[in-house]
């Protein structure tokens, strides 16, 4: 139907129930029921608007953020055990660990070198490890950390004094420089890294 034979017909309508003898004030035409039916959907959608604006973020959303620094970042990952000459490749652009056997990747990870360029370059081998550290002059510490060369670690995103206790907003920056100079792993990486990649391999960073 068109929309003109449509508003002729309801037109029509209203007539014949006003000479019947209903109120005018009573009558309410289709078009009036569609307006009012316009008018509460825009307002339903105005409001979830306004509640995104002001940051109300589904729960379905703050997980999939989590997840991002919680999981290994690369896809599945590897048995170190079964490969030889292995190295490490750290890209200052791109914000990514590359594992490599014998100059071919094996496996990647998102990372977060340091700000303003704080991160060391050049080429180092990897030294001792630990389970966990705190330092109360930046009051953050960091889990499955191993040793690059001096104060310079690879290790988890940021946590407070404790062990295991997260901060999720320092881990939501995971994939750009955010560090004093180490190279912040999501938590599965880091306990990966930590286990698995052997003292004395080479690292580079460029």
């Not at 990952?77 to 791109?94: E, G, H």
């Not at 590359?98 to 700000?115: A, F, H, L, Q």
Request: hydrophobic letters at 35%; glycine letters at 8%.
């Amino acid at each position: 139907m068109t929309g003109l034979m449509w508003h002729a017909r309801t037109v029509e309508a209203d007539r014949a129930s006003v000479a019947a003898g209903a109120p005018v004030a009573e009558v309410e035409t289709a078009a009036d029921r569609t307006v009012d039916a316009d008018t509460a959907d825009t307002a339903r959608k105005s409001a979830k608007s306004t509640a995104l604006t002001r940051g109300k973020v589904p729960a379905v959303n703050q997980e999939l953020a989590r997840a991002r620094w919680t999981n290994p970042t690369g896809g599945a990952q590897p048995d170190l055990s079964r490969y030889r000459n292995l190295s490490i490749d750290v890209s200052l652009a791109k914000q990514r660990v590359y594992i490599k056997s014998n100059g071919e990747t094996i496996y990647s990870m998102i990372v977060s070198t340091g700000m303003n360029d704080t991160t060391p370059h050049g080429s180092f081998t990897i030294g001792v490890r630990g389970d966990h550290f705190y330092n109360p002059e930046e009051r953050m510490g960091a889990d499955y950390w191993v040793r690059i060369t001096g104060p310079y670690l690879f290790h988890s995103v940021p946590t407070n004094e404790n062990a295991g206790q997260y901060l999720p907003d320092e881990g939501d920056k995971l994939g750009r420089p955010a560090s004093h100079g180490c190279v912040r792993l999501s938590i599965a990486d880091a306990k990966w890294f930590y286990d698995q990649i052997p003292s004395g391999t080479p690292v580079t960073i460029a």
